[in-house]
T-cell receptor, first 113, second 115 residues
Framework: DAKTTQPPSMDCAEGRAANLPCNHS???????VYWYRQIHSQGPQYIIH???NNETNEMASLIITEDRKSSTLILPHATLRDTAVYYC??????????????FGKGTKLSVKP | ETGVTQTPRHLVMGMTNKKSLKCEQH?????MYWYKQSAKKPLELMFV???????ENNSVPSRFSPECPNSSHLFLHLHTLQPEDSALYLC??????????????FGPGTRLTVT
């Protein structure tokens, strides 16, 4: 079962920041937080991951709370193309079954004009 | 374009047919994965290969038979499938399954319909 809790859906206005929350209150010290998204009927797309520190790349920013029990994915200027299901996943940083990506139901983000 | 290609993109097959799904990655990765996504269900991991060796079989029925001839190619051989096997089958690759944290890159999927 997924170890994360996400709201089932969110709306965001085009051009505004989209802030997607994720609760992972049982996260272990060796588990990373990963974010993927899946646009309708396509394969999931990797967005970003982090362990303790906040991370930023060309797609998004990841803010992890100090106690690591929750995180927020920020899309700074959402566009219509960002409409997708966003998955927050925790996993250890190595292989084996503990390192598998366990996808939950995610958050369906709808970006509206 | 993620560097992971899958063929065919759509497949319709009868329950008595035998077919194969193909995945190819152009990323120089050493680990490859098969996932299944049924309608309104989360993605489910099926098989994991690392350096051509199968490292995980997630209790998948034997009517699904994977093959990994090299680190760049992965096949899923299908025979005597059931209508409930209709789903989107996704292939992914990562740099190394044994060490990380490496992100996985997914192909576009094969939409399979079993009639």
């Amino acid at each position: 079962d997924a170890k994360t809790t996400q709201p089932p859906s969110m709306d965001c206005a085009e051009g505004r920041a989209a802030n997607l929350p994720c609760n992972h209150s049982t996260i272990s010290g060796n588990e990373y937080v990963y974010w993927y998204r899946q646009i309708h009927s396509q394969g999931p797309q990797y967005i970003i991951h982090g362990l303790k520190n906040n991370e930023t790349n060309e797609m998004a920013s990841l803010i992890i709370t100090e106690d690591r029990k929750s995180s927020t994915l920020i899309l700074p200027h959402a566009t219509l193309r960002d409409t997708a299901v966003y998955y927050c996943i925790v996993r250890v940083g190595w292989g084996g079954s503990q390192g598998n990506l366990i996808f939950g139901k995610g958050t369906k983000l709808s970006v509206k004009p | 374009e993620t560097g992971v290609t899958q063929t065919p993109r759509h497949l319709v097959m009868g329950m008595t047919n035998k077919k194969s799904l193909k995945c190819e990655q152009h990323l120089g990765h050493n680990a490859m994965y098969w996932y299944k996504q049924s309608a309104k269900k989360p993605l489910e991991l099926m098989f994991v290969y690392n350096f051509k060796e199968q490292t995980e079989n997630n209790s998948v029925p034997s009517r699904f038979s994977p093959e990994c001839p090299n680190s760049s190619h992965l096949f899923l051989h299908l025979h005597t499938l059931q209508p409930e096997d209709s789903a989107l089958y996704l292939c992914a690759s990562s740099q190394d399954e044994g060490r990380g944290p490496y992100e996985q890159y997914f192909g576009p999927g094969t939409r399979l319909t079993v009639t």
